[in-house]
């Protein structure tokens, strides 16, 4: 198992930056893929980046591609969620996850390939 916690949540303004932080400590971060996600209120989770165990691939949702980056230090054991041009539609909790396999050449994008979440961190975005 892979122990997560998030940071960097807040409150900001649409049009506005966030920086999401994950930190990974147990089983060996490196080896795993990393993913964000994240559930708004009254909805469900929904997947919004991913990361191979290298960085070598990454994968954005749709709802967030050209505007969220998603990058990891291996020597830092961190994987980072940029989030550029913030919109009220991204309002919610941010949760990181840990792929359930090592060494997963493609990137996963369903919930069900992560085996480990961290606790989450609250994204507010006023209009």
């Known amino acids: 198992q892979v122990q997560l916690v998030e940071s960097g949540g807040g409150l900001v303004q649409a049009g506005g930056s966030l920086r999401l932080s994950c930190a990974a400590s147990?089983?060996?971060?490196?080896?795993?893929?990393m993913g964000w996600f994240r559930q708004a209120p009254g909805k469900e989770r929904e997947f919004v980046a991913a990361?191979?165990?290298?960085?070598?691939?990454?994968y954005d949702a749709d709802s967030v591609k050209g505007r969220f980056t998603i990058s990891r230090d291996n020597a830092k054991n961190t994987v980072y969620l940029q989030m550029n041009s913030l919109k009220f539609e991204d309002t919610g909790v941010y949760y990181c996850?840990?792929?359930?396999?090592?060494?997963?050449?493609?990137?996963?994008?369903?919930?069900?390939?992560?085996?480990?979440w961290g606790q989450g961190t609250q994204v507010t975005v006023s209009s």
């Open positions: 996850a840990a792929d359930r396999r090592s060494f997963r050449t493609v990137v996963p994008r369903t919930g069900a390939d992560f085996g480990s």
């Open positions: 990361i191979t165990w290298n960085g070598g691939s990454t």
């Open positions: 147990g089983r060996t971060f490196s080896s795993c893929a």
